[in-house]
């Protein structure tokens, strides 16, 4: 029988002999007779993730409770606790107090103040949010137009060609409004998913108008993010210094607040203005461009792909302290090269995950995971299975989960507020739903998430110990308006560079 605890649905499954192989019929009357027996005592069997009206009610009230807290501590009580703070552990059974933005405590049966708002997370695996270290999130109006697109590194068709339809074609096109839209659904999409933090490596910084719509739409999103400023359109190099100087002071002049500033200017006189900003620095090096002397690197730098690196390479980021983030479905998809974990980890550099761009692939980041996973468990049995006396050894669920959270954080320099259950940092916590279907029953907890697990599991989503979803929906947010809202930026860059809508996508193939 479901039964409701403080807004949660908890469920119980009975096992299914699958190989007994039942008929229709048998199965039709095993579950007639199964509603009959569920009538008989006066309750009704549900569907994973299907909840009464008095539950949902209960957890509408409970949500009122939470979206009007003003401070009031939050527990979250008895969940499957996943730290990723080694100092802190793991808990099969255990409670996270929050009060305010912070984490106070992490650990079983957590004394709590007696006003606490307590959030029964029993059944329900607890951890940090996912942070993606590379997005570019104005594109995502342009969702899966160019999911055929390639990189130029061999010829394609124009159509076909990344650089030439978003960089040439769609960019040059957009107004702000098309921006803040964007940066809106993507930030809102990724907190729906469980990316709690972005470094949303911009590049459509054609006015300041364009920067600013960005910054809002990143705002009105309340996600938290690392704001890359990569100046682009006229006088572009003439206007980053005065852009960036601008942009601290108007926007980040605060380091208390979930907005931070990124750099993604590529010469030595902008690395150094945005290290006298404070500005930590996103470059991509796909390895086809020189890297910069050792002695202009450092900890602050954080270099995208990396795909094809040479050992020169991989040697300064590792003795400059760098930070690497890897897209590795794009990377395989767009003809970026095969992704570099592997280098990285021989390296002694943990990498962070990205997502890059949605106008080629999801920003769901349980698939960014699993293509992490597979990806380099794939090369490294292949050395294993020749034998090779060096081969690699396997990363793990758990290591892929690190990649995706205190990793990520490290990369975008938040790893002081975020990336584990730490108490004292700020609370990030994504409550993921183990009793569904595609799930249970739960075994293993880093594995169900990296390897079973997809966007539907996630039941709610706090930001700096906000609600920001939940029961699996996003609190205060009109979906279907900003579609609207979407799908008319879209429209309005269609027409504007008179680029065909083909939904069978024959305008991506030549």
């Not at 938040?414 to 739960?442: H, M, Q, Y």
């Not at 929906?473 to 809202?485: Q, S, Y």
């Amino acid at each position: 029988m479901p039964k409701r605890e403080s807004g949660h649905v908890r469920e119980a499954a009975e096992p299914v002999d699958a190989s007994r192989g039942p008929s229709e019929k048998s199965r039709r009357g095993f579950l007639k007779g199964s509603v009959g027996l569920v009538a008989g005592t006066a309750a009704a069997q549900l569907l994973p993730g299907q909840v009464t009206a008095q539950q949902r009610g209960a957890g509408a009230a409970l949500l009122d409770r939470l979206t009007s807290a003003n401070g009031r501590p939050i527990l979250l009580k008895d969940g499957i606790v996943l730290s990723m703070d080694r100092q802190v552990g793991d808990y099969e059974k255990a409670d996270v107090l929050i009060q305010g933005k912070q984490i106070v405590s992490v650990g079983p049966n957590v004394a709590a103040p007696a006003q606490a708002i307590v959030v029964n997370a029993a059944g329900m695996i607890v951890m940090p949010g996912m942070i993606d270290t590379h997005h570019h999130q104005y594109q995502t109006i342009l969702r899966g137009i160019l999911a055929d697109g390639i990189l130029p590194r061999t010829p394609s068709p124009p159509k076909n060609n990344y650089n030439s339809v978003i960089g040439g074609i769609f960019t040059p096109a957009y107004l702000p409004e098309d921006a803040l839209v964007a940066e809106l659904l993507a930030s809102l999409s990724q907190i729906s998913d469980g990316v709690t933090t972005a470094v949303d490596t911009s590049q459509v910084q054609l006015t300041p108008e364009h920067t600013d719509a960005c910054i809002a739409g990143l705002k009105e999103s309340g996600r938290r993010a690392l704001f890359t400023y990569a100046s682009g359109g006229r006088d572009a190099a003439a206007r980053f210094p005065v852009e960036l100087a601008r942009l601290r002071k108007q926007y980040f002049s605060s380091a208390d607040q979930l907005l931070t500033l990124g750099s993604g200017g590529g010469t030595p006189d902008q690395w150094k203005l945005s290290r006298s900003l404070g500005a930590p620095i996103i470059t991509h090096n796909g390895g086809t461009t020189t890297m910069p002397n050792p002695e202009l690197m450092g900890p602050d730098n954080e270099y995208i792909h990396c795909t094809r690196l040479d050992e020169d390479g991989w040697k300064r980021i590792a003795d400059t302290g760098g930070k690497v983030s890897i897209a590795p479905a794009i990377e395989m998809q767009m003809q970026h090269g095969l992704p570099p974990f592997q280098q990285a980890l021989d390296h002694g550099i943990r990498p962070s995950l990205s997502v890059d761009v949605e106008c080629n692939m999801t920003a769901d980041f349980f698939t960014i995971m699993r293509s992490a996973f597979t990806v380099q468990r794939a090369l490294a049995n292949e050395r294993l299975m020749r034998g090779e006396p060096n081969a690699p050894a396997l990363i793990t669920c758990r290591d892929v989960i690190e990649f995706a959270t205190i990793d990520g954080a490290r990369a975008a320099h938040l790893d002081s507020k975020v990336g584990s259950l730490t108490p004292g940092k700020e609370a990030d916590i994504v409550v993921l739903a183990a009793n569904r279907i595609n799930t249970f029953p739960l075994n293993n907890v880093p594995g169900a998430i990296v390897t079973l697990m997809d966007t539907s599991n996630v039941e709610h989503v706090f930001i700096a110990g906000k609600v920001m979803k939940w029961q699996g929906t996003l609190v205060g947010v009109d979906v279907n308006r900003l579609r609207l809202r979407a799908e008319k930026a879209r429209d309005g860059l269609l027409a504007r560079t008179k680029f065909p809508r083909d939904l069978f996508g024959s305008c991506c193939i030549g």
